[in-house]
C-alpha cells in the first residue's frame, strides 16, 4: 500500500491506485444546523455534495453531485487485510502487490480501469479545454474545502487534501505506535533478512518501511512507466492508463516478487496488519468516512 496517497484533481483521483487506525488527534466538530442523518448512513455526504453543487453554480460551474456510497470492502479483502496468509497468498498469485494489474487487466469485472467512472465529474471534465478545468477546479477546491470544514471542522484545502492530511497522519501515528514494539521489530529483522537472502533490495528494517518495500519498487516502476507513456502523446483519463500489452511484463515481476515477500513476511504481517489497520480506521473515521463523506 503507499505510504501517501498521491494529491490530485478529484476527476482524477477516482483512478489513483487507493488502494491498502490508537490516534491522539482531536476528535472533529459535529456538523451544525443540518438535517437528521439516523434513517440514512449517507444522508451527510448527500448534504456535502448539495452544498458543494450550489456553491460552484455561484460560481458560474456546474458540479454533479457524487452520491454513490462509498465501497464497503468484502470478507476476502477484510481478510488480506488482516494478515491472513491465505487470503493474502490468493491476492498476490493474481494480483502482485496490486500496482500493475488494473492497467493489465483494464476489463477486470472487479478491478480493470475500464469500468464505470464512479465520479460524474470526471466524465464532465472530458470536455473542458486546459484553461476551463484549471479554472474549474481551483472553483471546485475552495466550494469543497468550505464545506468540508463546515460539516467536520477538520480544515483542509481540497478533496484531494483529506487524503494527504489523513494518510499522514496514519502514517506518523503507526511510526510512533509500532517502528518501537520490540516484538514488530524482532519479526521485521527475520522478514528483511529473508528477502535480501533473495536478492531483494531492503532500505530499511524498520516495520512501516519494510510494509511498503515491494510495494514501493513497483510503484516507482509504474510511475516511470506512465510519464513514458504520456510523453508518447496520451491525452485525458487514458494518460493515466498503462497500455495492457506494456503493463502485463512488469505484472509478472511484480507477482513473482510479492509471493517471495509474502513468504518471508507472512509471521510479520499476521502480526503487523491486525493493529495497522485499527489505527488505518480509527484516523480516517476522524475525517468522516464512518459517515460517508469520502468516496472511498
Same mark, same amino acid.
Given at each position: ?38 434513517? *440514512? ?12 453543487? @450550489? #456553491?460552484? !453554480?455561484? =460560481? /458560474? ?117 509500532? *517502528? ?12 528483511? @533478512? #529473508?528477502? !535480501?537472502? =533473495? /536478492? ?97
Amino acid at each position: 500500500m503507499p505510504r501517501v496517497l498521491t494529491a490530485m484533481p478529484a476527476a482524477v483521483l477516482a483512478l489513483a491506485v487507493l488502494s491498502g487506525c490508537g490516534a491522539e488527534a482531536p476528535a472533529a466538530a459535529p456538523a451544525t444546523g443540518k438535517a437528521s442523518t439516523a434513517g *440514512d448512513p449517507h444522508a451527510k455526504r448527500r448534504q456535502v455534495e448539495a452544498a458543494r453543487a @450550489d #456553491c460552484m !453554480k455561484q =460560481k /458560474g460551474f456546474k458540479y454533479i453531485p457524487n452520491i454513490s456510497p462509498p465501497e464497503k470492502a468484502d470478507e476476502e479483502k477484510l481478510l488480506q487485510r488482516s494478515g491472513d496468509y491465505a487470503a493474502m497468498r490468493e491476492y498476490r498469485e493474481k494480483h502482485g502487490f496490486g500496482v500493475f494489474f488494473t492497467f493489465a487487466y483494464p476489463d477486470d469485472p472487479e478491478e480493470g480501469t475500464n469500468q464505470p467512472l464512479p465520479d460524474p465529474n470526471m466524465k464532465l471534465s472530458e470536455s473542458f479545454s486546459k484553461t476551463q478545468y484549471k479554472a474549474w477546479s481551483a472553483a471546485d477546491d475552495i466550494c469543497y474545502a468550505t464545506v468540508f470544514t463546515k460539516f467536520t471542522g477538520k480544515k483542509i484545502s481540497s478533496e484531494a487534501d483529506v487524503s494527504t492530511q489523513a494518510d499522514t497522519l496514519y502514517w506518523k501515528t503507526k511510526e510512533r505506535l509500532l *517502528d518501537g514494539d520490540p516484538r514488530l521489530t524482532e519479526l521485521a529483522g527475520d522478514f528483511g @533478512d #529473508c528477502l !535480501k537472502g =533473495k /536478492g531483494y533490495p531492503v532500505t530499511s528494517l524498520r516495520p512501516t518501511v519494510l510494509e511498503t518495500n515491494g510495494w514501493d519498487t513497483f510503484e516507482k516502476q509504474r510511475t516511470a512507466a506512465l510519464n513514458k507513456h504520456k510523453e508518447s502523446g496520451a491525452k485525458s483519463v487514458d494518460a493515466w492508463r498503462l497500455p495492457p500489452d506494456a503493463a502485463r511484463p512488469y505484472l509478472a515481476k511484480e507477482i513473482k516478487a510479492a509471493l517471495d515477500d509474502l513468504e518471508c513476511g507472512k509471521d510479520f504481517y499476521a502480526e503487523y496488519r491486525p493493529r495497522s489497520e485499527r489505527l488505518r480506521d480509527e484516523i480516517w473515521d476522524q475525517f468522516g468516512r464512518k459517515e460517508g463523506l469520502l468516496p472511498w
